[in-house]
């Protein structure tokens, strides 16, 4: 597989029923106990990509001093994936203990990024995620289409209400580290919903029907690798959800059917057209608690924000500190404004002490 097809590839994989507006990029942020070496970090990921070809070309890493580090993964996690370029970015702090792996949705997923940070760091990251399995869609993709093009032009999901939006392109990153805690899907995704009805509500905006979608492993995360194997799901939130509610919920669901691969031009216009009317309210993607080696300090995961309001909640526990993320458009959210409904979510969750 040259470089190129690579890419191509990676694109064919989120497909046209994906958001073709945003840069599908997820990122995972590691910090150390002692900055890592950029040279060997570079070193180990050659040699992974060349193992598994899907993942284009040989990436370089990226070193930045702590005023550089933040616009340096604000581009990791903004910036398109460009014909024949890598789609693995690496960044390695000088000052700070910082290693940062972003990657190309379309080759691999959360748990994906894991097993290329550790192989960075040339350790073993697991993961306590159980995964959903081989569970089947429910209809074709046609008949789902077909479903979701009626509901974004009648009823489309609950959107968050923006605050603070600009002109500016991308996507705002913001964290809260809180001592390690036990955060389920489903409490995590109970606690999203209850704060989007708080702050529509300080916002003067009714709130609705909301729909999480959810980034499901279909893997266990004991053996890890560098792929693909994630399932969507959207679930139809009731007032007021529990997390046992949505636990029940997640236990019955069944994924999205997958894109097919096509080069048509047509239907992803359609789908850039109704970009914000599809999708889904909020979309959550937990990690769950990593088995990191000596010198993890913590680590922070962004998933992709799509969808009707743009927003992605991440969630991971690693050694004492369970790291909670918001990614929002700018357009619709400035900084303040998302580190306040992260705020929220968290302050849901009753994780502070």
């Known amino acids: 597989m040259t470089d190129t097809e690579a890419v191509g590839a990676a694109r064919a994989v989120v497909g046209w029923y994906g958001d073709p507006t945003i840069s599908w990029s997820v990122l995972l942020r590691a910090t150390l106990d002692s900055p890592a070496d950029p040279a060997l970090v570079g070193e180990r990921l050659a040699a992974m990509v060349r193992r598994y070809p899907h993942l284009g070309a040989v990436p370089a890493v990226q070193a930045a001093d702590s005023g550089q580090l933040p616009a340096l993964l604000a581009r990791f996690a903004d910036e398109p994936y460009a014909d024949g370029c890598p789609l693995v970015r690496v960044a390695v702090g000088t000052e700070e203990p910082v290693l940062a792996v972003a990657a190309h949705h379309g080759v691999t997923d959360g748990l994906g990024l894991l097993a290329l940070l550790g192989d960075a760091l ?26 979701r093009l009626v509901e974004a032009l009648f009823r489309p999901p609950a ?41 529509n509500r300080w ?3 009714r709130t609705g029907r909301q729909v999480a979608g959810l980034g499901l492993s279909r893997r266990g995360g004991e053996r890890l690798t560098p792929e693909l194997d994630s399932a969507f799901v959207r679930l139809a939130l009731p007032g007021d959800p529990s997390g046992a509610t949505v636990r029940r919920m997640i236990a019955k669901c069944r994924p999205e059917p997958a894109y097919p691969h096509t080069r048509s031009a047509a239907p992803q216009a359609v789908t850039r057209a109704l970009a914000r009317r599809l999708g889904s309210t909020f979309l959550v993607s937990n990690l769950g608690r990593v088995q990191a080696a000596a010198g993890v300090r913590s680590l922070a995961f962004h998933p992709a924000a799509s969808g009707r309001s743009g927003v992605a909640i ?22 303040g404004a998302a580190g306040k409904l992260l705020d929220t979510i968290v302050d849901e969750l009753e994780l502070r002490r």
């Open 314 to 335: 991440g969630a991971v526990t690693a050694g004492a500190i369970t790291t909670i993320t918001i990614r929002a458009r700018r357009s619709d959210f400035d900084d």
């Open 122 to 147: 040339g350790t073993t990251l697991t993961s306590a995620a159980r995964g959903i399995g081989e569970r089947a869609a429910r209809s074709s993709f046609a008949a789902t289409a077909a479903r």
């Open 159 to 199: 959107r968050i209400a923006a605050r603070g939006g600009s002109d500016a392109a991308g996507d705002v990153l913001r964290e809260v580290e809180v001592p390690a805690a036990a955060v389920g899907t489903g409490t995590l995704v109970a606690a999203t919903a209850r704060a989007v009805e708080s702050w």
């Open 203 to 205: 916002s003067g905006t």
